[in-house]
Nanobody, 123 residues
């Protein structure tokens, strides 16, 4: 069955870095877009970044442009999110989702989700 498993979250000081991983199974990663989303307590899930299935095109929310980088390794069935210069407002549970085509930052365009990994940015 389709599974997405996030890992790599943790506690980091402001200005620090983390790399999140999204390991996919049960489907061929090459054919799908993958998106990273986050949800803070009391907030709606918001799109952070996505990478397309075809040309590897990437998209970022304005709040993370220049700090986060998404990449994919189809051979390992894994998508990564490198997060640098982290800020306290980046604190949230981060989820990856399976999408289609060019990808989207809208959660409604995704059909499967992982369980999430907690990222806490605090001194």
């Amino acid at each position: 069955q389709v599974q997405l498993v996030e890992s790599g979250g943790g506690l980091v000081q402001p200005g620090g870095s983390l790399r999140l991983s999204c390991a996919a199974s049960g489907f061929t990663l090459d054919y799908y877009a993958i998106g990273w989303f986050r949800q803070a307590p009391g907030e709606e899930r918001e799109g952070v970044s996505c990478i397309s299935s075809s040309d590897g095109g990437t998209y970022y929310a304005d709040s993370v442009k220049g700090r986060f980088t998404i990449s994919r390794d189809n051979a390992k069935n894994t998508v990564y999110l490198q997060m640098n210069s982290l800020k306290p407002e980046d604190t949230a549970v981060y989820y990856c989702g399976r999408g289609y085509g060019l990808g989207s930052l809208s959660p409604g365009e995704y059909d499967y989700w992982g369980q999430g990994t907690q990222v806490t940015v605090s001194s």
